[in-house]
């Protein structure tokens, strides 16, 4: 059974416009979240997490997440596109239940493309 | 600081060979894993460690063995190479284990190719 779910593999914006990634997870106990940025030919780097507390996240470059717990969705926003921005996102989620912890499963990742 | 080093960066390897794919990490983390990085998976999970001597599967552990002697370093070896093996491959480590919360510091990647 698929843990993380990203919908839309591959997402087009144009420079300036709203960036939206989704995001939905299933766990039976809270669950911390994670989204990662893959650049070309790079390894992932954290953009943001959730642990506890606030549900919005502010991350790096901009970007935030909003931790919904009666949608069990994590999507990632961002108010405008940059050409920078051009990356593979991937979701990511530990804790899945309290005897599986330590593994950091990850979605099927969305790549964003942004036009000029 | 060099965080998460992986060798080799790229590998072509014929079906039948073996190789081991090299991790090292300076951070003095616990937590160390590979994942293998196929177009339209996402990442999926190996090998795990959560401290020296100590190792578990993931989700696709078949063809790979791991073994975690020091710390440091966390070597992945491919026992007789197949085709389905052709990906990339990175290697994370991170401060937390059980239910971390603790973000995870990935390597820059090894590409393999099997012929």
């Known amino acids: 059974a698929q843990s993380v779910t990203q919908l839309g593999s591959h997402v087009s914006v144009s420079e300036g416009a709203l960036v939206l990634l989704r995001c939905n997870y299933s766990s039976s106990v809270p669950p911390y979240l994670f989204w990662y940025v893959q650049y070309p030919n790079q390894g992932l780097q954290l953009l943001l997490k959730y642990t506890t507390g606030a549900t919005l996240v502010k991350g790096i470059n901009g970007f935030e997440a909003e931790f919904k717990k009666s949608e069990t969705s994590f999507h990632l926003t961002k108010p405008s596109a940059h050409m920078s921005d051009a990356a593979e996102y991937f979701c990511?989620?530990?804790?899945?239940?309290?005897?599986?912890?330590?593994?950091?499963?990850f979605g099927q990742g969305t790549e964003l493309s942004v036009k000029p | 600081n060099a965080g998460v080093t992986q060798t080799p960066k790229f590998q072509v390897l014929k079906t039948g060979q073996s190789m081991t794919l090299q991790c090292a990490q300076d951070m003095n983390h616990e937590y160390m894993s590979w994942y293998r990085q196929d177009p339209g998976m996402g990442l999926r999970l190996i090998h795990y460690?959560?401290?020296?001597?100590?190792?578990d599967q993931g989700e696709v552990p078949n063809g790979y063995n791991v073994s975690r002697s020091t710390t440091e370093d966390f070597p992945l070896r491919l026992l007789s190479a197949a085709p389905s093996q052709t990906s990339v491959y990175f290697c994370a480590s991170s401060y937390g284990t059980l239910g971390s919360n603790t973000e995870a510091f990935f390597g820059q990647g090894t590409r393999l190719t099997v012929v």
């Open positions: 460690s959560v401290g020296a001597g100590i190792t």
């Open positions: 990511a989620v530990t804790r899945l239940s309290y005897n599986q912890g330590g593994k950091l499963i």
